[in-house]
């Protein structure tokens, strides 16, 4: 997880990409995991990541928050392609 500074107090943190892959805010594709404004906790599943290369297989990797907070926002377009280490969620430190 990357860090920001942040006008309001709170530090922001960036949860970042695992894996190059496809970035997917859902599991089964329908409601999404979470949503702007959310309160996680650490371990909270946020995101999946679909990685590179495709000869995987079928694997989702599920990508937790490591910190308490509220989701700010999404860096990321929902089944936009992400490289390894790029923010992909922005959360407030609570």
Not at 25 to 52: A, F, Q, W
């Amino acid at each position: 997880m990357g860090s920001d500074s942040s006008k309001s107090g709170s530090p922001i943190e960036f949860i970042l990409a695992p894996y190059d892959g496809t970035f997917s805010r859902t599991l089964d594709g329908n409601k999404p995991l979470v949503m702007e404004g959310d309160h996680v906790s650490t371990g909270t599943v946020v995101c999946v990541i679909e990685p590179d290369p495709i000869e995987m297989g079928d694997v989702l990797i599920e990508v937790e928050s490591d910190t308490d907070g509220t989701i700010v926002d999404f860096l990321v377009q929902n089944m936009g392609k992400v490289s390894s280490g790029q923010p992909l969620i922005r959360i407030r430190k609570s």
